[in-house]
T-cell receptor
Framework: AQKITQTQPGMFVQEKEAVTLDCTYD???????LFWYKQPSSGEMIFLIYQGSYDEQNATEGRYSLNFQKARKSANLVISASQLGDSAMYFC??????????????FGKGTLLTVNP | DAGVTQSPTHLIKTRGQQVTLRCSPKSGHDTVSWYQQALGQGPQFIFQ???????QRGNFPDRFSGHQFPNYSSELNVNALLLGDSALYLCASSPFGGAYEQYFGPGTRLTVT
């Protein structure tokens, strides 16, 4: 079974500063993918960044980067230069590549990020 | 290029009733997954449809059923509604075998009274 743990129910950051959102995962599979999604109050899940288990370099997408530490089973999201529009719920999710089917995402409970002006 | 669309946006039902939620996938996507997100929780996988068949199912009772149509759109049906079924229901689409992200719709908020 797969499990995602996000230990920070809420985080605060000042505008223009960087913030790290924590995520640890548990799986016995060797091939898996890790995702971060942003969910504004409107409800839609917005894809931010993806890291494959065999990727040697940390993923980056604009102001988002994923600090992937495989041995520690952590996949922290780093948001640089925070903006007021970054205020939202952030979810870490995992997919395992097994069973020949397309993927089921397992989500954590999320972290509510508030960016202060 | 239209993204994933869901209808209705909001729905209020009474305990014991049945409900149908609808989803149209992003253009070019043939796989649809459904998730239930209770208040304050992360989404939970319900099931996934590809080629009009249920391919994978999460830990949900048989009251939850679905369907996929030849145009890849999908329905989620919930029978004998319980108060605990109140949640945001999210639909996500992807190309089958796609390694990257699933594209999510805006969700349907179901309230059971």
């Amino acid at each position: 079974a797969q499990k995602i743990t996000q230990t920070q129910p809420g985080m605060f950051v000042q505008e223009k500063e960087a913030v790290t959102l924590d995520c640890t995962y548990d799986t016995s599979d060797q091939s898996y993918g890790l995702f971060w999604y942003k969910q504004p109050s409107s409800g839609e899940m917005i894809f931010l960044i993806y890291q494959g288990s065999y990727d040697e370099q940390n993923a980056t997408e604009g102001r988002y980067s994923l600090n992937f530490q495989k041995a520690r089973k952590s996949a922290n999201l780093v948001i640089s230069a925070s903006q007021l529009g970054d205020s939202a719920m952030y979810f870490c999710a995992m997919r395992v590549n097994s069973g020949g089917s397309n993927y089921k995402l397992t989500f954590g409970k999320g972290t509510l990020l508030t960016v202060n002006p | 290029d239209a993204g994933v669309t869901q209808s209705p946006t909001h729905l209020i039902k009474t305990r014991g009733q049945q409900v149908t939620l609808r989803c149209s996938p992003k253009s070019g996507h043939d796989t649809v997954s459904w998730y239930q997100q209770a208040l304050g929780q992360g989404p939970q996988f319900i099931f996934q449809y590809y080629e009009e068949e249920e391919r994978q199912r999460g830990n949900f009772p048989d009251r939850f059923s679905g369907h996929q149509f030849p145009n890849y759109s999908s329905e989620l049906n919930v029978n004998a509604l319980l108060l605990g079924d109140s949640a945001l229901y999210l639909c996500a689409s992807s190309p089958f075998g796609g390694a990257y992200e699933q594209y999510f719709g805006p969700g349907t908020r179901l309230t059971v009274t």
